[in-house]
């Protein structure tokens, strides 16, 4: 029997020639990650049980990003940050993607970078991670947050890690894992203009339910998979764990060689799929036959189509997040806005300074993406998860009140972006754009001609 892709790379991890799904082993890590969420916990556990003074496995394999609680107020947010400064001075981390706008032990709402091409502070890790090029197919990559899935999108072995298991591998480079079955997931035929990345994820998500692919590995592929770029394949990757997947994971392909060549040096390994791998379960989709899709409140897996739920009035329309404040996100939506007004308070989040960056590099019909967004009647915050889990009250975007929300972001659980009343509902930026600019949920084919 041949073997998977994760099971590859977790073989080659742990020093054997084959695994099997259910198998306990040891793999070797190539690349922790770890934000300002969870950080402080992690190094509280690593120096209780290795000591104040001990040394990291290997100080370079390690990333630290400030990322979630950045434009706040909230000092414990402030201080949580200071805890990583201070740990990754005195350890020697290299990678540390500081918020260098915001001084030690500063009280109030920090001013943001006045230049996103001019400061170390990079924004929402699982973005941050690839244009940084620490994001490598074949390896094996953990980090303190549940997306860290995204970066299965690279054809590597990524998953989201306690703060626990977090200090162990800080201290040891090394991870105790049980094996996952695999599910594969086909997407056949072409891309329509009116679907995106969301739209797929959300109807494997809808047909299998939110537990649907617990512990499992989702090995995403096909046709249509192999015509998207680097972002929409980190979308797809970064709900399975929505899915309740242990990992989701594109083979790497030359899209994924080309990026990966642009932003590192390092070499990389490159792991596929033998054709009598064994999957636990196998679903086939013909992309062209899909419609729009959107989330319900309260759970990724209350998938409805659009068209069902255009009698459904919003206050509000946010455009961020890990899953859907990249470029190739502010593109689509550009493309719907360009000239017209939205209806709706509409925030524009970027996930990173380079994706921030991008809204005045890159332009539809001779427009920047800013100048579009802002004469839409838009309002941009700076690069952060900002509104995406609720945050701190002063959150840009945050939902105070019992709002309804279309929203690109990946989780809709009561809550989760601010007021446990507020309505969510998870959509594609093209699908947001649209609804924004009519008040109501609505098919992004009205506007796409
Ligand atoms: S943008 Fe949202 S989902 Fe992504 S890391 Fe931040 S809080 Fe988590």
Not at 152 to 167: E, L, M, P
Request: aromatic share 8%; glycine share 10%.
């Amino acid at each position: 029997m041949g073997m998977t892709i994760t099971e590859k790379i977790l073989a080659r991890h742990a020093g054997k020639t084959t695994v099997k799904p259910g198998e306990n082993i040891w793999v070797n890590v190539d690349v922790l990650m770890s934000n300002d969420v969870i950080a402080p916990q992690m190094i509280g556990v690593f120096e209780e049980q290795f000591g104040k003074d001990a040394p990291l496995w290997d100080a370079d394999k390690v990333v630290m990003i400030p990322d979630h609680y950045i434009f706040t107020a909230d000092e414990k947010a402030h201080r949580n940050i200071d805890i990583m400064r201070e740990f990754v001075s005195r350890k020697g981390i290299k990678h540390f993607y500081d918020a260098d706008f915001l001084p030690a032990g500063f009280k109030g709402m920090p001013s943001p970078y006045p230049d996103p091409q001019k400061t170390s502070y990079m924004g929402v890790c699982h973005v941050t991670l690839p244009q940084k090029g620490h994001t490598r197919p074949g390896e094996i990559l953990l980090g303190t947050d549940s997306h860290t899935c995204t970066h299965g999108a690279f054809g590597q072995f990524a998953t989201g890690i306690g703060s626990t298991d977090g200090a162990f591998v800080m201290g040891t480079g090394k991870l105790w894992l049980k094996v996952p079955p695999s599910m594969k997931f086909i997407f056949n035929g072409e891309m329509p203009e009116y679907l995106m990345a969301k739209d797929l994820i959300l109807h494997i998500i809808g047909r299998i339910g939110c537990d649907g692919a617990t512990y499992r590995a989702m090995e995403i592929v096909g046709e249509t998979i192999k015509s998207l770029n680097i972002d929409e394949r980190m979308t797809i990757c970064n709900m399975a764990i929505e899915a309740g997947g242990k990992n989701g994971i594109i083979p790497a392909d030359d899209t994924t060689i080309q990026y990966v060549k642009s932003r590192t040096d390092k070499p990389f390994e490159i792991f596929e799929s033998d054709k009598d791998a064994d999957y636990e379960l196998v679903m086939e989709f013909y992309t062209p036959e899909l419609e729009p899709v959107v989330a319900c409140p309260h759970s990724p897996g209350n998938v409805a189509t659009v068209k069902e739920k255009s009698d459904v009035k919003i206050d509000r329309c946010y455009i961020g997040s890990c899953t859907g404040g990249k470029t190739t996100d502010f593109l689509a939506a550009a493309k719907l806005l360009i000239g017209k007004t939205v209806k709706v308070d509409t925030y524009i989040v970027p996930a990173t300074t380079e994706v921030d960056a991008d809204l005045d590099r890159c332009q539809v019909d001779g427009k920047s993406l800013r100048e579009i967004f802002i004469s839409a009647g838009c309002k941009i915050g700076p690069a952060s998860c900002a509104a995406c889990l609720g945050g701190p009250k002063d959150t840009f975007g945050r939902a105070n009140e019992p709002i309804t929300i279309v929203s690109t972001t990946n989780r809709n659980f009561p809550g989760r972006m601010g007021h446990k009343d507020a309505q969510i509902y998870l959509a594609s930026p093209l699908t947001a754009a649209a609804s924004a600019l009519v008040g109501k949920i609505t098919d992004p084919r009205e506007f796409i001609r």
